[in-house]
């Protein structure tokens, strides 16, 4: 390995949750240190701290999620927190480093409180620390917009801080350290015969990420794809296993539909716009959506719960916009096939529409790509039994 390259570590809230895991995590940190001296790691608030700063808001002001510029101040103390105690974790194992905010690491953003962009990394400061010898720490979830107002990156932030730190950089890896162990062919926690993938293509891994996986957020596998740098997911408290590494693409491609993983979203609703939107209706909505389809009968566009919300508070001056968000359809699910080759599969519609009218589950749209097949539906209790049928029949 390039002595020379950097390599990133992130650590998410549940790795840093207690000083004993603080601690874990620093001696995970000297063992890497032995084999790549250049180290920047990315830290998490502590455990479920966000959101017990989001609850200490609401008790002050029940207003709180109105003031979106002091939320991002209030929030971005968890990081600081995790980053400034981990260093000295570090320093007591005779371990040189340094921790930076997001400002201090040059992480440039729009101006969007809660939910900025990425647009700029001014990394001087960090490749100043990284040529000292320092193993350096920074603060994820958090940026500065060039009206230097502190700003954060929403939920999954400090995945998105981590990845593109490493793309800025020129990292040899990213590796994401987290309480899962990679990504499974389905949720472990509801699925017991899903496994391990030990290889997974970016494609499938942005689609997974984008479907429900609560493994990494979409954004940072944007920035990864865009930026060809590698990633890898794996546990905390079992990195021996060895995770789940990112790549462009298998090296070995089956003929024919191959199947990887089957995902499940919940909570979702569907709006549907008359007429093609305006461009000023565009900007209004900016890119706030899971997706946004037209055709000659008009718009539509899905959105998760928490969109919807942003959505309420941003249409309050289009009261056209606003009357569609009220007429949504709510309470759905998107179920989700992913893999290579599914254009070809029409050798599986059957067998899919087969189990859809066993759990009796009517489809509402339906989208087919070579790397996904996507069935939005009414949410109800028997999406369980289908999503354990469509693993046994397409996977097991």
Known sequence: MNSQKVRVLKFGGSSVATPELIRQVASIIKKQQALTPKLLVVVSAMGKSTDQLLKLALDVSPNSTRYRREVDMLLTTGERVSMALLSMALEDQNISSISFTGSQSGIITDEEHGEAHIVEIRAQRIIEA?????????????????????????????????????????????DIYTDVDGFYTADPRKIPAAKKIVEIPLRTA???????????????????????????????????????????????????????????????????????????????????????????????????????????????????????????????????????????????????????????????????????????????????????????????
């Open 130 to 174: 990284l040529a000292s010898g320092k193993v350096v720490i920074v603060a994820g979830f958090q940026g500065v917009s060039r009206k230097k107002e502190i700003t954060t990156l929403g939920r999954g932030g400090s995945d998105t801080s981590a990845v593109a730190l490493g793309a800025a950089l020129g990292a040899d890896q990213v």
């Open 206 to 396: 942005y689609l997974a990420a984008s479907r429900g996986a609560k493994v990494l957020h979409p954004r940072c596998l944007e920035i990864a794809y865009r930026h060809k740098t590698r990633v890898r997911v794996l546990s905390t408290f079992q990195p021996e296993n060895g995770g789940s590494m990112i790549v462009e693409k298998l090296s070995k491609t089956l003929e024919g539909p191959q199947v990887l993983q089957i995902c499940r979203q919940d909570s979702l609703c569907l709006l549907k716009f008359p007429t093609t939107l305006s461009i000023e209706a565009q900007e209004v909505i900016s890119s706030d959506y899971l997706e946004m389809k037209s055709d000659e009968h008009g718009t539509s566009v899905l959105l998760n719960e928490a969109q919807k919300n942003r959505w309420a508070t941003r249409l309050t001056g289009h009261p056209a916009l606003l009357k569609v968000l009220d007429q949504s359809q709510n309470s759905l699910s998107r179920v989700s096939i992913l893999g290579s080759g599914l254009d070809q599969a029409s050798d599986m519609s059957q067998k899919i529409s087969s189990l859809f009218r066993a759990a009796e589950i009517d489809c509402l749209t339906g989208h087919q790509n070579e790397s996904q097949l996507d069935f939005l539906v009414k949410t109800k209790p028997s999406i369980d039994a289908l999503m354990l049928n469509l693993h046994e029949e397409f996977i097991e």
